[in-house]
């Protein structure tokens, strides 16, 4: 099993003229009764300027959810470093990681659009990681097909076995804990199966984006 999702951070240079006003100047010699020097002419204020916004620092994926095993807490570091905190009404915008290697960043679960964060990711309060959960026992409740085999020797046939996730959540600007749960992946042979695969293989049911949508609601769209 293995898909990670990985964040990428855009940073915008804003560049700021400076103005400066000429200052001008006239002269005599040294005789008292000669014309006296001229006040030089005070350079005009600059413009306003308006100071770039902050860089913001965001964190690995393996960083904000420490997915080596055994899991320790310890080991999570804040994904947004000085981000907003995790506090009022929600929506309070949500990241996913998952422990796996990313084969298809469409495939389930996958969180409400509407509870993304900003583009440019300074307003994420909660990242949400998945789990695999090893103490699950897996059977098999299916199989994919495909055609061409191992070597060009044949169909290709593998298993869909079942599976379970463990999902923690913690806050994005300090990696404190905010809730964990499990979930069973529940998703049919048919969605569970790739388009493509390699032979042989075995594939594990999947979390549906609304069961994980549901359970982090409260979370997610309440009021800390």
């Known amino acids: 099993m293995g898909r990670v999702r990985r964040g990428v951070a855009g940073c915008v240079l804003v560049a700021v003229a400076w103005l400066a006003g000429p200052a001008a100047c006239s002269g005599g010699g040294d005789d008292a009764k000669g014309p006296r020097a001229a006040s030089p002419t005070a350079s005009p ?36 470093p000085g981000g907003p905190a995790y506090e009022g009404n929600g929506p309070h915008p949500a990241v996913l990681f998952k422990d796996d290697i990313a084969v298809d960043e469409s495939e389930p679960p996958q969180l409400p659009g ?55 959540v913690f806050e994005a600007a300090t990696g404190e804990p905010v809730t964990e749960f499990a979930l069973d992946g529940t998703t049919s042979p048919q969605q569970t199966c790739p388009d493509s695969a390699l032979f042989p293989a075995t594939d594990f049911q999947l979390v549906t984006s609304d069961a994980l949508a549901d359970k982090l609601r409260p979370f997610v769209a309440g009021r800390r």
């Open 45 to 80: 204020d600059p413009l306003p300027r308006t100071p770039p916004p902050a860089r913001q620092t965001v964190g690995s994926s393996e960083d904000a959810c420490d997915f080596t095993e055994p899991f320790e807490a310890r080991k999570v570091k804040p994904y947004l």
């Open 114 to 168: 509407d509870w993304a964060p900003a583009a440019t990711n300074i307003d994420t309060q909660l990242v949400v990681c998945q789990y695999d959960d090893d103490s699950h026992d897996s059977r098999t409740v299916g199989t994919c097909t495909y055609l061409g085999g191992s070597n060009n020797s044949g169909d290709g046939e593998y298993d869909v076995q079942t599976a379970r996730y463990l999902f923690r």
